[in-house]
């Protein structure tokens, strides 16, 4: 398991690129399994759970290949195998997009209960409760989500009982083949659905409402190739515009979109950091070495991200006076927190709250990473410690951030990749 070697107290300046969305590519590559039709997939970001999602794509039997532009082409004309193994997805949260897909294109689907982050329950039961009213016959046995529909799926009525991403996206896609209408209520509005269902109705869906609570598909008998560009990440870009602030550096962020990342913009800018929307998809962010705390709750978009809460954890270990940290939507989502006490900043952990005390000096330590955001808050308090931060585990970063260590090498930090042997 690789290592990142990071020395702090150098800021953060120059120009840094941001890569396409995992959590965009990722149901993007799922839907290619909706048409036997070539698709083509640009900006899908070179990380772990997107080549884990190329392997499932490969076992089902659709053809996946890497194109000399970058870009990735998908040929599922025969599935083969509609079932997502243990083997192949056990590393990664996302294996659950696969199940409306392949339920509604093949009318059978097994797919292996999701792996990944051990950040708190994400409960499957939303989408086999949705796909049991869109006629699928669902059963649960050793690990496996089992569902068939030999006649078809039926458009319904639905509302998620609480509001989800992998959800709203999994259910959009059966949908988009069931006979007859399907509404979906208390829909999820993040941009990366929005992405999706813009991809869908380019390969002959029927969608309207994506990113609003509520979503109409007509469903047609099939769908038809495309290419599709995935949107820019805005986690990833989150992370540099706090790594910006906690640096008191002077960063340019491109290839972002700003309005995606509105909540935390708005929360940097009152903890006294300088933030400019430069058009063309670029922020250009100058942070000080006297911020303010501000408090922030965890929510579901137009919110707070939850993906970036360990992140502006680690900044308010730079910011004076006490912050009140609340997260909303996983609930084991503060181990960051320990690892960051390790180094030495004053947190105390009271349920789903933190109170993060600062300003604390922060010193370089051995620390370990448990998850994908918690890894890239270890990473931003190195960036400010005294001296040398070893961060363990790092193919938890590795799942989401696409070369984190040459991105930000590039623009000052002085931090170096550790292979094992």
């Known amino acids: 398991m690789d290592k990142f070697s990071i020395e702090g107290g150098l800021p953060l300046e120059g120009e840094i690129a941001v890569s396409g969305a995992k959590n965009s590519g990722l149901p993007a590559l799922a839907a290619c399994l909706l048409t036997a039709e070539p698709v083509t997939l640009r900006r899908v970001p070179a990380v772990r759970d997107i080549q884990t999602m190329k392997r499932l794509l490969r076992y089902t039997g659709a053809t996946v290949s890497d194109e000399a532009d970058g870009s990735i082409r998908v040929e599922a004309r025969e599935v083969s195998r509609p079932e ?38 994400r409960p499957i039961n939303l989408h086999v409760f949705a796909l049991e009213q869109l006629g699928a016959v669902i059963e649960q046995s050793h690990g496996y989500i089992e569902a068939q529909s030999p006649g078809g799926l039926k458009g319904r009525h639905i509302r998620f009982e609480r ?9 959009l896609m059966a949908a988009v083949l069931a006979e007859g209408e399907t509404v979906l209520e208390n829909a999820a509005r993040e941009p990366e659905v929005v992405d999706l269902a813009e991809m869908l109705i380019k390969m002959g869906a029927r969608i309207e409402g994506a990113g609003s609570p509520v979503i109409r598909v007509e469903g047609v008998e099939r769908l038809h ?20 602030v906690i640096t008191a550096g002077d960063l340019t962020i491109r290839g972002c979109e700003p309005e ?19 058009g063309e998809g670029t922020l250009r962010v100058r942070g000080t070495h006297r911020l ?58 009271d349920g789903r709250r933190a109170y993060v005390a600062g300003k604390r000096p922060l010193s370089g330590a051995a620390v370990i990473a448990s998850d994908l955001r918690a890894s890239a808050s270890l990473v931003l308090a190195a960036l400010v410690a005294k001296g040398e931060t070893i961060v363990d585990r790092v193919y938890h970063i590795d799942r989401g951030y696409e070369k984190i260590e040459e991105k930000l090498a590039s623009v000052g930090a002085r931090i170096r990749r550790v292979e094992s042997k």
């Not at 949260?93 to 329950?121: E, F, H, K, N, Q």
């Not at 949107?231 to 989150?238: K, L, N, Q, T, Y």
């Not at 509105?262 to 300088?274: N, P, T």
């Open 292 to 349: 303010r705390s501000v408090d922030v709750t965890t929510q579901e978009h137009p919110g707070f991200a939850t993906d970036l809460q360990a992140q502006y954890m680690a900044l308010m270990t730079q910011a004076d006076g006490i912050s009140i940290i609340t997260e909303t939507i996983f609930e084991n989502r503060f181990m960051h927190a320990l690892e960051l006490m390790r180094m030495g900043a004053n947190i105390r952990l």
């Open 225 to 244: 190739g495309t290419e599709h560009t995935i949107i820019p990440d805005r986690i990833e870009a989150g992370t540099f515009l706090i790594g910006g």
């Open 163 to 171: 509001i989800t991403v992998t959800g709203t996206e999994d259910l």
């Open 84 to 121: 997502a193994p243990y083997e192949v997805v056990k590393t990664m949260r996302a294996s659950s997009l696969v199940l409306g897909p392949l339920a509604a294109r093949t009318g059978r689907a097994r797919v292996s209960l999701p792996g990944g982050c051990a950040i708190g329950a």
């Open 260 to 278: 995606h990342l509105r909540a935390l913009i708005d929360k940097v800018r009152e903890a006294g950091a300088a933030v400019d929307e430069q």
